[in-house]
């Protein structure tokens, strides 16, 4: 999941440190649903459970609604949630097994797209299909989520991850812009020559006041998008070479980079946040996540509205989610599970849709008014998932996301793309060979 759009994608790492799950009722080490036939544990049970947890300030709200639900069906269990703030997801997963190492395992894993595969590399994840297939009263919870969020969360005809909120990315306009430009909105099938003819048209000198086409957003997932839709991506389809040089790849990145040296419809976005721009009127379009609704619905006299992100060769998206999985090594798997549905119940992505600042998982949350009120196409923040890709996340993701945002640094220093995108591409493979 992109991190500015919920650590904001982030904020400096602090440390997870998860507790041992601890059984005083003899029931340390029961997994009965895991493997075989699952029945929920006795409302009486004594424990202590963990989550390894991240998100932003304000999230810790949510979890700990869903925890005082688990506590009135399990009062004697105790949850410790410890909460992180996350830069890089290799850490993360590393800080977690330094933490099992030591004796200190989590029983609940919260994590996003981007860890997903390196986890299941470590081998962090109970298999949850047992679970699912036999416990109806989460049954109406999967039937009311995307598949593609399901999928996103599956491997090998296994889930590992029932998912707990999402994001996508949207172009975000200025109407009024667009009226004086003389431009209608656009189909929503707008095509990225559809796009460079409003951005040139939008881009204008008023007053002496340069307004610029478009704001270009510079975190990885932002790019995605424009990738993806060029029918090509920053990693191989099975995850395990970087792509970074393959010529869509390339290509998609050498039309961002022309907005702003070529057709000078955007400015270089080394000189300030998209976001804040957009918001001063000084640039006419911008992409962002369901992040940037929230910030503007503080401002309800600023007007605005959303379009899916421009097609090419396909129209398809990005999304990222956050899921909570059960860690393979817990020694409640069973009581684990009742508190992970709680996580990622009906109740808590009403939550979610209240606050905003990620899509829900369901549809229910999503139509909901408290979702909907305010957001001009609201259908759109959560309809782009039935033509959008996870963002490419392998095990060695890290390292991909930090040569890229290198070469990208190089692109508006010196419009160099293709060879900006050879050297991370480089640098990539031997990080990934090196770590086998």
């Not at 299909?129 to 919870?141: E, I």
């Not at 969020?149 to 090998?156: A, P, Q, T």
């Not at 010529?247 to 961002?256: M, S």
């Not at 599970?337 to 209240?354: F, I, R, V, Y």
Request: glycine content about 8%.
């Amino acid at each position: 999941m992109h991190l500015t759009s919920r650590v904001t994608a982030a904020a400096v790492a602090a440390s997870v440190s998860v507790l041992l799950a601890a059984c005083d009722s003899g029931t340390e080490g029961a997994s009965s649903g895991a493997s075989g036939k699952y029945s929920a544990p006795p409302s009486n049970t004594k424990a202590t459970l963990s989550i390894a947890n991240w998100g932003n300030p304000g999230d810790e709200k949510i979890y700990n609604d869903a925890i005082a639900r688990f506590h009135k069906k399990y009062p004697n269990v105790q949850v410790k949630d410890n909460m992180s703030q996350v830069v890089n997801w290799g850490d993360y997963i590393n800080k977690i097994q330094s933490s099992i190492a030591s004796g200190d395992a989590p029983d609940i894993i919260n994590i996003a797209t981007e860890g997903v595969e390196y986890g299941l590399n470590k081998k962090l994840f109970q298999p949850l299909t047992n679970y699912t297939s036999q416990d109806s009263s989460v049954k109406s919870l999967l039937d009311d989520v995307s598949p593609a969020l399901i999928e996103g969360f599956s491997k090998d005809g296994q889930t590992y991850l029932l998912p707990n909120n999402w994001n996508t990315m949207l172009v975000y306009y200025n109407p009024e812009l667009f009226k004086q430009a003389g431009i209608n909105r656009p189909a929503d099938n707008w095509t990225r020559e559809d796009f460079l003819t409003i951005a040139r048209k939008l881009t204008r000198t008023s007053g002496g006041k340069k307004v610029y086409g478009f704001g270009i957003p510079t975190y990885t997932f932002a790019y995605m998008p424009w990738i993806y839709s060029n029918n090509a991506s920053t990693a191989s389809a099975d995850l395990k070479s970087p792509t970074l040089d393959d010529p869509g790849t390339v290509d998609a990145i050498r039309f961002i980079s022309d907005l702003v040296f070529k057709e000078k419809v955007a400015p270089n976005p080394t000189g300030g946040d998209p976001t804040s721009l957009f918001q001063a009127g000084q640039i006419a379009m911008t992409a962002a996540p369901a992040n940037l609704a929230a910030s503007l619905a503080k401002n309800p006299s600023f007007k605005y509205d959303v379009l899916p992100m421009p097609g090419n060769k396909s129209q398809t998206n990005v999304f990222g989610a956050a899921g909570f999985g059960m860690y393979s090594g817990s020694k409640n798997k069973d009581l684990a599970w009742e508190l992970l549905k709680e996580l990622a119940s009906q109740d808590t992505q009403k939550l979610w849709a209240a606050g905003g600042s990620s899509n829900p998982t369901t549809n229910t949350a999503q139509k909901s008014e408290a979702f909907t009120q305010g957001k001009p196409h609201a259908e759109l923040f959560y309809n782009q998932i039935d033509h959008a890709k996870p963002v490419a996340a392998p095990t060695f993701f890290a390292a991909l996301d930090t040569a890229f945002q290198k070469a990208m640094t190089s692109v508006y220093a010196s419009g160099d793309v293709e060879k900006a995108l050879k050297q991370a591409n480089d640098e990539v493979k031997a990080t990934a060979s090196q770590n086998g």
